[in-house]
Nanobody
Framework: QVQLVESGGGLVQAGGSLRLSCAAS????????VAWFRQAPGKEREFVAY????????YYVDSVKGRFTISRDNAKNTVYLQMNSLKPEDTAVYYC????????????????WGQGTQVTVSS
């Protein structure tokens, strides 16, 4: 059983930065592929970025490429999402998800989920 806890969200002005963290417990971090998803009010939960177990493969949704960076520190069992040049349309609850085998963009394929952390970007 794996538990994921997100942190680092908050309120920032457009153009600002935040770093989100996803801390895992109950397992060895490098077993898992990890992805970030986000859900804005009235919208579906959408894929943001993923990183595979050994960190050799990452992928981003087009809207965040060049602004967001996903990384991991397996010694700390933590995955990060560095978010720069934030825009109001980035406002959402951000969730991390993990799976032993799957490392892609589909929500339904991830077995473990965190509780979410709110990111609000003001204009």
């Amino acid at each position: 059983q794996v538990q994921l806890v997100e942190s680092g969200g908050g309120l920032v002005q457009a153009g600002g930065s935040l770093r989100l963290s996803c801390a895992a417990s109950g397992g060895t971090d490098d077993i898992y592929n990890v992805a970030w998803f986000r859900q804005a009010p009235g919208k579906e939960r959408e894929f943001v970025a993923y990183i595979r177990r050994n960190g050799d493969s990452t992928y981003y949704v087009d809207s965040v490429k060049g602004r967001f960076t996903i990384s991991r520190d397996n010694a700390k069992n933590t995955v990060y999402l560095q978010m720069n040049s934030l825009k109001p349309e980035d406002t959402a609850v951000y969730y991390c998800a993990a799976d032993h085998n799957y490392g892609g963009t589909y929500r339904s394929r991830y077995d473990y989920w965190g509780q979410g952390t709110q990111v609000t970007v003001s204009s």
